[in-house]
T-cell receptor
Framework: DVKVTQSSRYLVKRTGEKVFLECVQD?????MFWYRQDPGLGLRLIYF???????EKGDIPEGYSVSREKKERFSLILESASTNQTSMYLC??????????FGPGTRLLVL | QKEVEQNSGPLSVPEGAIASLNCTYS??????FFWYRQYSGKSPELIMF????GDKEDGRFTAQLNKASQYVSLLIRDSQPSDSATYLC?????????????FGRGTQLTVWP
């Protein structure tokens, strides 16, 4: 069974704080993805990674950065959290050209 | 930007009926298509994928693909209240060796007893 875990289910942060969201997968997948999901806007890709230390911008990378130091772990960083980054954050992983499997999500509230 | 369009619904059907969920996509060269189910407050889970024109059946679910019309659908037979969820259509970017998916905004399905 594929397992993708995320460090927190719920998170409350203040404007201007640096926020780290962690994602770990146990299936040796090469690809990992970070999405955010907002009502009416669907899933939007923030960043993805196809190998350790490799990353590509998605559709909405502004205000975010990522880190992939180990194959199983992909971190999303909000350098200075803002209220418009309040959202559900979803991590996914896959082998190249195969199905993406999602983690349980982190609901982030920025006050 | 690749477009994946779904009717946002809500689609409401009685228990036991067939629910039909539709999706169109803009990139004619797309090769792979996925349906995910997402319960409220939960993350998406894969239901089915389809690569070839025609129908693919898995239990009560049937995915239908028509590449000429750039159209993919999901039929749910004998709908149950537990099928009430948002269904996301996803299309794989043919130009990406990484397998990036483009998602529609989802169709909300309600099955009433």
């Amino acid at each position: 069974d594929v397992k993708v875990t995320q460090s927190s289910r719920y998170l409350v942060k203040r404007t201007g704080e640096k926020v780290f969201l962690e994602c770990v997968q146990d299936m040796d997948h090469e690809n990992m993805f970070w999405y955010r999901q907002d009502p009416g806007l669907g899933l939007r890709l923030i960043y993805f990674s196809y190998d350790v230390k490799m990353k590509e911008k998605g559709d909405i990378p502004e205000g975010y950065s990522v880190s992939r130091e180990k194959k199983e772990r992909f971190s999303l960083i909000l350098e200075s959290a803002s209220t418009n980054q309040t959202s559900m954050y979803l991590c996914a992983s896959s082998r190249p050209q195969e199905t993406q499997y999602f983690g349980p999500g982190t609901r982030l509230l920025v006050l | 930007q690749k477009e994946v369009e779904q009717n946002s619904g809500p689609l409401s059907v009685p228990e036991g009926a067939i629910a039909s969920l539709n999706c169109t996509y803009s990139d004619r060269g797309s090769q792979s298509f996925f349906w995910y189910r997402q319960y409220s407050g939960k993350s998406p889970e894969l239901i089915m994928f389809i690569y070839s024109n025609g129908d693919k059946e898995d239990g009560r679910f049937t995915a239908q693909l028509n590449k000429a019309s750039q159209y993919v659908s999901l039929l749910i037979r004998d709908s149950q209240p537990s099928d009430s969820a948002t269904y996301l259509c996803a299309v794989r970017d043919r130009g990406s060796t990484l397998g990036r998916l483009y998602f529609g905004r989802g169709t909300q399905l309600t099955v009433w007893p």
